[in-house]
């Protein structure tokens, strides 16, 4: 069974320091993989995704995400944390296997960015 | 583009009564998720289209819930009567699925509060 967790419920890092938001899956076959984010009373906005090829995607707002098969991981990283990164982040992954279209979803890691 | 288009915003009713909530996706998407999100359950597909047609419904909770595309710009779903612990936020979300893999694209989302 597809599966994703996202082992921190919460992540606090003081602003200008690196951040990483973590992300491990369970699929059969290859993952395509998600990384969402939510600010409060808004929708979900993408990211960034893996699909094939290299494995350090780049993506909105200065995200990147390292895809690590080896490891099963998919953590979300930025250099330099804003403030304004504060956010719900959602990974989410697909079987490429599997015909079924739905993303299975993480539940969450609320990040939060300190002045 | 203006994006995947939700209404109402907010939506305030008694239990008992009936609750229809609408979407309009991305023009050209032919894809169509509805979601719930609550602080206890977190993220919950709970129905999806493709080309219109119903694909997966196994999310939707009970047969209070029910959920419609008459074409491809308009999807409705219908929580018919509505009870207090339907209160949660309801997203809807589009894709253009390529036959590979797709990103979904999130509406602003729908506050529901069933009193």
């Known amino acids: 069974a597809q599966s994703v967790a996202q082992p921190e419920d919460q992540v606090n890092v003081a602003e200008g320091n690196p951040l990483t938001v973590k992300c491990t899956y369970s699929v059969s076959g290859n993952p395509y993989l998600f990384w969402y984010v939510q600010y409060p009373n808004r929708g979900l906005q993408f990211l960034l995704k893996?699909?094939?090829?290299d494995n350090l995607v780049k993506g909105s707002y200065g995200f990147e995400a390292e895809f690590n098969k080896s490891q099963t991981s998919f953590h979300l990283k930025k250099p330099s944390a804003l403030v304004s990164d504060s956010a719900l982040y959602f990974c989410?992954?697909?079987?490429?296997?599997?015909?079924?279209?739905?993303?299975?979803w993480g539940a969450g890691t609320k990040l939060i960015i300190k002045p | 583009d203006a994006g995947v288009i939700q209404s109402p915003r907010h939506e305030v009713t008694e239990m008992g009564q009936e609750v229809t909530l609408r979407c309009k996706p991305i023009?050209?998407?032919?894809?169509l998720f509805w979601y719930r999100q609550t602080m206890m359950r977190g993220l919950e597909l709970l129905i999806y289209f493709n080309n219109n047609v119903p694909i997966d419904d196994s999310g939707m909770p009970e047969d209070r819930f029910s959920a419609k595309m008459p074409n491809a710009s308009f999807s409705t779903l219908k929580i018919q009567p509505s009870e207090p612990r339907d209160s949660a936020v309801y997203f809807c979300a589009s894709s253009l699925w390529s036959g590979s893999t797709d990103t979904q694209y999130f509406g602003p989302g729908t506050r529901l509060t069933v009193l």
């Open positions: 893996y699909i094939t090829g």
């Open positions: 023009s050209g998407h032919n894809s």
């Open positions: 989410a992954v697909r079987d490429i296997e599997d015909s079924n279209y739905q993303l299975i």
